[in-house]
C-alpha cells in the first residue's frame, strides 16, 4: 500500500544518534518507527523480523559493523539504507562513488531532510532495485580496497586535509575522539581507537595500552617499571607507558630484549 507509512528501524550504538533521527521523524506522518537497536546482531534481528521499508544505519557498531550487517542480511533483501558514520575514510569516498545517501556525524537537520527524501522518492517509484545494486556494488569495492590506510583525511575549521600515516608518532584515545600526535600537530578525528588500530598497518603501529598506539619506528628506548609494565621513549622525547596486556604483542615486532 503506497498510502501506508513507510516503516523505519533505526540501528546505532549512540544514544544521542538515535534520538535526534527520532526527534526528525516525530513529525513526519510518512514515517513509522518500527524499533532500534544499538548493535550489528540485533539490527539483523531486527530487519529480519520487522522488515522495515528504510533502515538508518550506523556503519560503525559493536557486534557487527554496518557492512556486516547488510552481508548477512542478503542484497536481494534489503530494505532502503541511509548510512550514517563518522568514519570519515574508504567508506565515505565509497558512498559518494556508488551514489549511496549517508549522513556523517554529526549530521545536521538540512543534511537528514535530504537523505529522508531521497529514500522515500526511492521507495515510492519501487527503485529498491537500483538501491541494491548500488550498495552491492559498495560491497564488492570494500572487499576489494587496500588493506591499510597510509593517509587520513582531516576535517577541522572548514578545511579538508591530509596526513600520511608515516608522520604519526603515536595516537592518543579521547572518547569517541583520538588524537594524532606528529610532533607538530596534533588533529583530533571523530574514530574510536580501536576502529583506527583496524586501519593501521600493524607491521608499523601497534596497541601499547588501552588508550594508546605508536609508530614502532618512533621508539627509542624501553625502560621496565614496576608490575611487568615498561616506559616507552619515542625519538621526540614523549614518554608513554606499555602495559603488561600489551607487552608480548609489541615484543613479537620489535623482539625480544638480548
Known sequence: MKNAPIRALIADDEALARKFIRRMLKDDHDVEIVGECSNGKEAVAMIRKHNPDVVFLDVQMPEMDGFAVLESIGIERLPEIIFATAYEQYAIRAFELHALDYLLKPFDQARFKDAIKHAKARFRSERQNEGRMQINALL???????????????????????????????????????????????PMVRQTLSAMETQLDPRKFRRIHRSAIVNVERIKELQPLFSGEHSILLEDGTKLTLSRNHKDKLFELLGKPL
Open 140 to 186: 564488492e569495492s570494500i572487499k576489494n580496497k587496500p588493506q591499510y590506510l597510509d593517509r587520513l583525511v582531516i576535517k577541522a575549521g572548514g578545511r579538508i586535509t591530509f596526513l600520511s600515516t608515516d608522520e604519526i608518532n603515536w595516537i592518543e584515545a579521547d572518547d569517541k575522539y583520538v588524537h594524532l600526535h606528529t610532533g607538530k600537530t596534533s
